[in-house]
């Protein structure tokens, strides 16, 4: 018989989105059950180096609303968990069927102290950092994950046992197997959130096959300050690259990808990361290779100004093919636009793939949402409340709508606790007439 909990709303993802929507309710007494795929709550954003437009540090700004959610008492979290289903049963109650997967270790005698992280002698590349240094088969994702309980990797670990013989509390338990629960609310933001266009899907850029070719994502981390290095460098051969290039809609505005919308954030981001990277390595040279710029929020058209005035290049092109070249060098070919439209070839140390955003999850076979022609969650009243969505008492926020950057996934979290205050005080009214 499966645990029964009940909740005021239930969010589904711990992304910056699904955090600030908690936040919004808790603090107007509502009980909130977070539910998060991964093992630590934070998303995409508590694993940026800095942010855009204010360079503001990613994770000082995301661990105090992390921390905040973890110690809020209307807020309960359960990370490391799969959404089974989610059905409303009555205008009451959604019910949603959850599964814990199995962490092998106890959360609640793990106390976080890495014992069991330092003992193991599996390495594997660390996901958390690119995949560009290694982590251990049990680990804490990182140092301000959020709860700080280790999970171990069944598929890599060799059972050797270390890991149990040195944990102080006794909490590794190689048995543990997945258990379901259920939770009934009354209302459910899903604020699931988005995945990069995979790189492997456009043969001409070679994704996965050139050396020093590198997502943004990937970038990011070498970026951030606990990043795997520490410093930026061309991953094949650690060399300090010389020349930087960013391959602008690489992942977006391409029907061949099946994905024909602009991601709205890349321009941005690229901007953010080539002003970083000049910071980082003055010497070097960086280039943007764009269709146009669509710096479009508020005070993005002079962060884009402070770039060109910081010495970044930008050229007007498309990306039709990317090759490896000798010396570990990355070959770019495009048609110069700006210059009689000649096709272009030049060679960078790194390159960096702008891809786009895809919907981190789809609602196919676990509830009745509905999704738009672009695959993220359809807004019954998109022009007057964009995070009402055709399931009753369901809303969404953030990127699970469509892309785009946190301020506006902050204003829509709000919004979307407020649609699900509004629809919870109905009820209660509904209740004492
Ligand atoms: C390279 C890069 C750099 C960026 N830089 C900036 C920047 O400088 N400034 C800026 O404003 N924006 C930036 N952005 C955009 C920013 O990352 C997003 O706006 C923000 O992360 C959106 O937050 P979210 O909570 O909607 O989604 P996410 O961060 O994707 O969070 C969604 C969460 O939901 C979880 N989840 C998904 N499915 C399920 C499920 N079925 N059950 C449970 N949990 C689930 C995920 O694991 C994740 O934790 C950048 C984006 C990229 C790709």
């Given at each position: 018989m499966s645990r029964e909990l009940h909740f005021d709303t239930l969010v589904v993802g711990g992304g910056i989105a699904g955090l600030q929507t908690a936040l919004d309710l808790a603090d107007q007494n509502y009980q909130v059950a977070v539910i998060e795929?991964?093992?630590?709550?934070?998303?995409k954003m508590i694993r940026l180096s800095k942010v855009f437009?204010?360079?503001?540090c990613a994770s000082c700004i995301t661990t105090p609303k992390m921390a905040a959610s973890a110690h809020h008492e209307n807020i309960t979290l359960f990370t490391y968990?799969?959404?089974?289903s989610l059905d409303?049963?009555?205008?009451?109650s959604v019910t949603a069927t959850v599964t814990q997967k199995p962490?092998?270790?106890d959360p609640d005698k793990c106390?976080?102290?890495r014992q069991c992280e330092y003992g193991c002698p599996v390495y594997v590349p660390d996901e958390e950092q690119g995949n560009f240094n290694l982590r251990k088969a049990?680990?804490?994702?990182?140092?301000?994950?959020?709860?700080?309980i280790a999970v171990l990797d069944m598929e890599n670990?060799?059972?050797?046992g270390k890991c149990a013989r040195v944990c102080p509390t006794d909490?590794?338990?190689?048995f543990e197997q997945p258990e379901d629960f259920i939770i009934h609310a009354k209302t459910a933001v899903l604020a699931t959130g988005f995945e990069l266009t995979?790189?492997?899907?456009k043969p001409e850029y070679n994704g996965g096959k050139?050396?020093?070719?590198?997502t943004s994502m990937e970038m990011e981390r070498l970026l951030a300050?606990?990043?795997?290095?520490?410093r930026v460098i061309r991953?094949?051969?650690?060399k300090e690259p010389d020349s930087i290039a960013y391959v602008q809609c690489a992942g977006s505005r391409d029907k061949t990808l099946n994905?024909?919308?602009?991601?709205?954030v890349c321009c941005m981001y690229a901007i953010k990361q080539a002003m970083l990277l000049s910071g980082a390595l003055p010497l070097a040279d960086i280039t943007i290779y764009y269709?146009?710029?669509?710096?479009?929020?508020?005070?993005y058209e002079q962060f884009y100004q402070n770039a060109k005035a910081m010495g970044i290049e930008f050229v007007k092109g498309k990306i039709a093919k990317i090759e490896q070249a000798d010396n570990q060098y990355v070959s770019l070919r495009y048609e110069a636009q700006e210059d009689g439209g000649r096709v272009v070839e030049r060679e960078h140390d790194l390159v960096v793939l702008s891809l786009g955003m895809v919907p981190g999850w789809t609602p196919q076979g676990v509830c009745q949402v509905s999704c738009d022609t672009d695959r993220f969650i359809k807004s019954s009243?998109?022009?007057?409340?964009?995070?009402?969505?055709?399931?009753?008492g369901v809303f969404v926020a953030g990127v699970a709508a469509g892309p785009k950057d946190i301020v506006d996934t902050i204003a829509e979290a709000g919004a979307a606790a407020m649609e699900a205050s509004k629809y919870m005080t109905a009820l209660g009214k509904q209740k004492a007439a």
């Open positions: 795929k991964d093992a630590t709550i934070g998303g437009p204010t360079l503001d968990c799969n959404l089974k409303r049963d009555s205008p009451e962490r092998y270790v106390i976080g102290c049990v680990h804490i994702p990182f140092s301000n994950a959020i709860p700080q670990c060799s059972l050797c909490a590794i338990d190689y995979p790189i492997d899907q050139v050396q020093n070719l590198i300050p606990h990043g795997p290095y520490m991953p094949s051969d650690g994905v024909p919308y602009c991601s709205r269709m146009d710029i669509r710096a479009f929020g508020k005070g009243m998109p022009q007057i409340a964009p995070t009402v969505t055709d399931m009753e």
